[in-house]
């Protein structure tokens, strides 16, 4: 599965995007898991911000093989 990232995330992994191998059945929890596992992922927080084909998903969302998935990093604004 390919997960996208955005700015600190795609800076912290050193890549606009990653691809992930997971069961079938897996959630956008145990993608967290399994991306918080990889080298330099130790600065995403425990449960980022994630979007399953543009909308925002909660822990517990089955993934399906073809789903668009990006953690979207914290904002600042001014």
Not at 24 to 31: C, E, F, I, K, S
Not at 61 to 75: F, Q
């Amino acid at each position: 599965m390919r997960v996208l990232l955005f700015a600190s995330y795609a800076d912290a992994l050193g890549a606009p995007a990653i691809d992930l191998d997971l069961p079938p059945g897996a959630t956008v929890r145990d993608l967290v898991h399994a991306v918080r596992a990889l080298p330099g992922a130790g600065r995403l927080p425990p449960e980022p911000l994630v979007a399953v084909n543009l909308a925002y998903a909660r822990g517990d969302r089955v993934l399906a093989v073809r789903d668009e998935v990006a953690l979207i990093p914290p904002v600042a604004g001014g």
